[in-house]
């Protein structure tokens, strides 16, 4: 299986990704410019973190012009499995594959630090054979992480089973203090309706080997390759 | 040219955490008169060969398209100049 990851001028988390799906889980990688409209073949799209332009105007609002993002929408379109991390996940809410919005963190502060995420659903690309109320243990680093929608949109995303993942303690209860940025339902990643692009602001890949503090972050990449061996058949 | 002026602002029902910054910084200053602050992002866009309803239709398209995220933030339009 082939894991392509698209590269914004900004990206930072792209490398990481590489490696991971490489060296960790044994699959192929490819980095993908922004300005290529081909996607080399690839089984599975990862929009990495980082601050693609700058996060001038708005995180990932420039980004989402990239030529890249039309063959990505078109992917997304056909089925393909799509994960946004981070300044991804919000390139993705800009384009318009995932709902809500990030505002600024509740307290205003970046925050660069590890958070615990309930896994929701067992039915997306990036959950498919784990346990619901599976905790993970993973890095936050952003500014913009506060997922906002309108209360009525946030109940239709509840109603649809679109909440993929929410930021808990590390036994999985749900607290004002757990909920770091003030995210509306303590949020931490969504899915569309078909569940093949998922988004999250936590970082999988800055925790995929014990040597890093956590191995928690693997689960949900390998996810992702068991997704794209069924969507690749 | 006309120049199209934007302002952006977060909605109303959106909280907007650095506009709470911002006033409470003014309040410990001691200006006890603030009673609310909203940031937000404003610009100016020179557009050439356009003027009046044209331009201003241009300024509202790309304020929509780009310069807002609908989700969270509204906007405003001013246009002048022939």
């Known amino acids: ?37 081909d996607l080399q073949g690839a089984d599975a799209i990862v929009l990495p973190g980082g601050f ?12 989402r012009f990239s030529p890249v993002m039309q063959s990505v929408a078109a992917f997304a379109r056909e089925g393909g499995p799509v994960l946004g991390v981070c300044n991804g996940f919000q390139i993705l809410q800009e384009a318009g594959l995932l709902p809500g919005a990030m505002l600024r963190n509740a307290r205003v502060k970046f925050l660069s ?23 993970l243990t993973m890095p936050i680093a952003h500014g913009e992480g506060n997922f906002y929608a309108e209360p009525d949109e946030v109940k239709r995303l509840e109603d649809e089973g679109r909440v993929v993942f929410r930021y808990t303690t590390r036994e999985g209860a749900l607290t004002d203090e757990a909920n770091v940025n003030g995210s509306a339902h303590a949020i931490a990643g969504v899915c569309n309706r078909e569940r093949n692009v998922v988004g999250l602001m936590p970082h ?20 992702m390759v068991r997704a794209m061996a069924v969507v690749a058949r | ?62 304020a929509r398209k780009v310069l807002a995220n609908p989700v969270i933030e509204g906007w405003r339009v001013e246009v002048e100049g022939s």
């Not at chain 2, 910054?21 to 940031?39: I, K, P, T, W």
Request: glycine fraction near 10%; include cysteine; aromatic fraction near 8%.
């Open chain 2, 1 to 62: 040219m006309a120049k199209a002026r934007v302002y952006v602002t977060l909605k109303k029902s959106v909280f907007d955490p650095q506009g709470k910054a911002v006033h409470e910084a003014l309040l410990s200053l001691g200006y006890a008169q603030v009673a609310d602050v909203r940031q937000g992002k404003f610009f100016e866009i020179d557009l050439q060969g356009l003027s009046g309803e044209p331009a201003r239709q241009v300024a509202e398209e790309v």
């Open chain 1, 204 to 223: 999988p890949e800055r925790a995929a080997e014990p040597e890093l503090g956590s191995a928690g972050g693997r689960q949900i990449l390998e996810a």
């Open chain 1, 52 to 63: 693609s332009y700058g996060d001038y105007l708005r995180t990932g609002a420039i980004a």
């Open chain 1, 113 to 135: 630090i590890p958070v615990h995420i309930r896994v929701e659903r067992d039915d997306t690309i990036a959950t498919a054979g784990l346990a619901v109320g599976t905790v």
């Open chain 1, 1 to 37: 299986m082939k894991v392509g990851v698209v590269v914004f001028p900004g990206s930072n988390c792209d490398h990481d990704t590489y490696h991971v799906f490489k060296h960790v889980c044994g699959q192929q990688a490819t980095f993908i410019w922004h300005k290529d409209t």
